[in-house]
């Protein structure tokens, strides 16, 4: 899927799925989400470094119960944090 000219890049993973994308700022970023559990989590490197992951605050993006929401979640993450700069 495409979110303000971004390439993000969805998978199915074992508990759940996985966005990637190349940050505008200058490096890689990934959002997972365990259907379990309905947390997402943001992960972000500098290749060839290894992934930094932290939970998405939850007042600001929500839980994911299902897939739709967790894809909402990912657009409104990549358009508000991760938005091309101007």
Known sequence: ???DGI?????SEDHGYSWRWDDPRGFES???????IGYLTLGTRVPPGGWT?????ANRYGHARTIYEARDAVERYVTQAAARPR
Not at 7 to 11: A, L
């Open 53 to 57: 992951h932290s939970t998405l605050d």
């Open 7 to 11: 390439e993000v890049f969805e998978s």
């Open 30 to 36: 990934e959002i997972l989400w365990d259907r379990q």
């Open 1 to 3: 899927m495409e979110i």
